[in-house]
């Protein structure tokens, strides 16, 4: 239920068009974003579920029921979405989580919306609890409830939404509550790219951008994007700039290993940002475990950004444990680093 003084329903301005953004990530971002199934890459289990959704849904003439995603950032949560509601023949509406402040923000989102719109909320898993709530019945019933003046004159008001699909983005589906998990009709898990499946993510945005890349240099930068679509393209784009300023214009695997050591990024795709983290886990503290707060006191980096974007591929490429007093470095991590574990140091006593 919504507070709401004598306007019940505010403007927000946290609804931005599906292209919206100037910067050079975001409109490289929108130019290299598949616009149908087909040009998408990889994810062959949840294209085709969708799809199949997708064709029952326009059979019945009815609209896609609502959708949540999940998976680490960048893996292609925000293009699939626009995918669905293209394959659908309408509109993306994009928020999320942290910009939808009060109540009345997604009342008055869900009471702009058309029929069948689609409304996409990223890290739907950071709603304040008075916003999600207005979801349940906005998702089950297609209707908000307005608390109309204060005290005891106070009366409740239903107002009807148009019949929308929502779709939640989330890196941490346990983030989620039970209530609004239970409402998602489909609810698909994104996953790590193979490397041939970023290799030719990596042509295809070479194709598009114009970029002259050898096929060996494909394969090795696709070795290095962590399996990430996003980071496979923002390693394109800065081997361009080493290839046109320092070499002859063509990306070559000689080009891919200066410019992947030029920006300090390991053979298996760890940043300066994943060595701190881990570097920092084993030296400091011994490798573990030790709590995500004091972690993030010792290197200086934002909570969320360690558990969204830092950990997913550590853990996934076996580097990191989570355990229930911390997180823990593994062996295969002190390996990686060049480093002896407590283990291995206690043996050498
Ligand atoms: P997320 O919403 O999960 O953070 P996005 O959908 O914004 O990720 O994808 C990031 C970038 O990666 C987009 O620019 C898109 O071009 C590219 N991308 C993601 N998934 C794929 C895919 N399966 N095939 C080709 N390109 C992809």
Redesign the pocket.
Known sequence: MIEEENNPIKSVGSVVGAQAGTDEATVF??K???KDFD?????GEVKQNLSVFVRAARKRSETLDHTI?Y?P????????SMILASEMGTELRITSGPALEKPGDLASILSNLKEGDFLFI?EIHRLRMPVEEILYTAMEDFAIDLVIGKGPSARTMRINVPRFTLVG?TTLMSRLSNPLRDRFGHVEK?RY?EPDEIQS?IV??AEILDIAIDEGAAKLLAKSARAT??IA?RLLRRMRDFAEILHEGVITEKVVREGLASLSVDKNGLDFADQEYLRTICEKFSGGPVGLSTISAAIGEDEHTIEDMIEPFLIREGFLTRTPRGRQVTDRGFQHLGLASADDQLRLV
């Open positions: 971002e929108n290299l974003r598949p040009s998408y890459i990889g994810q995603f998976g950032p960048g893996l292609g949560k925000t293009t699939l990223d983005a994104l790219y993510i295809r945005s679509p996003r393209n």
